[in-house]
């Protein structure tokens, strides 16, 4: 099991710029997540989606979109970045059977992404 | 927002000492979680200790809960270099919303010095 891979791995754009963070899984799990990482600040959930086709807004939305069209794949987009969105960018899973019982979040290596 | 705040910022133990590490929240909790997280990666679950749990138990780890105080401690006995790493604190207010909902602190970065 590969678990949670992001790609890529590292990301340079221009003020303005558009790109697209991919996230996969390999576990089968409804829920996934993406969030920020700054210094200083924790994580922050950016979005996150219980399951396919569906998606919701975390705490941090604004200027990011994503999709969720296939149960293994939560993609998130920038459509115009900006220097405040350098950043490190998480993807998480967790499978959710009973909202009483809470499943740890399972994290991928992370895309280190500075806009310039 | 954050809910949960980690104490120290930082701590540097001898590889062997035993290791202590402290979450704060702010508002009634369901659930915490603690996680570790190494340097270039992603975070890796440890152990999650309930609201109606007071002492819990994984290998070198010991998580106490104090609801009163809204707080814990994360124990790390015994401690190894391969423990360097960053811990985090992870609260989850509302039984409704799940994940979704989890909040986490800023981390203690350890480093066990060889």
Redesign the interface.
Known sequence: NAGVTQTPKFRVLKTGQSMTLLCAQDMNHEYMYWYRQDPGMGLRLIHYSVGEGTTAKGEVPDGYNVSRLKKQNFLLGLESAAPSQTSVYFCASSYVEDRAEYSPLHFGNGTRLTVT | ??Q?EEDPQALSIQEGENATMNCSYKTSI??L?W?RQNS??????LI?IRSNEREKHSGRLRVTLDTSKKSSSLLITASRAADTASY?CAT?AD??????K??????TRLTIIP
């Open positions: 927002s954050q949960g369901n659930n979680q996680y270039g990666r992603g975070l890796v679950h999650l985090f989850a039984l409704l919303f799940g994940n979704e989890l909040t986490f602190g800023t981390g």
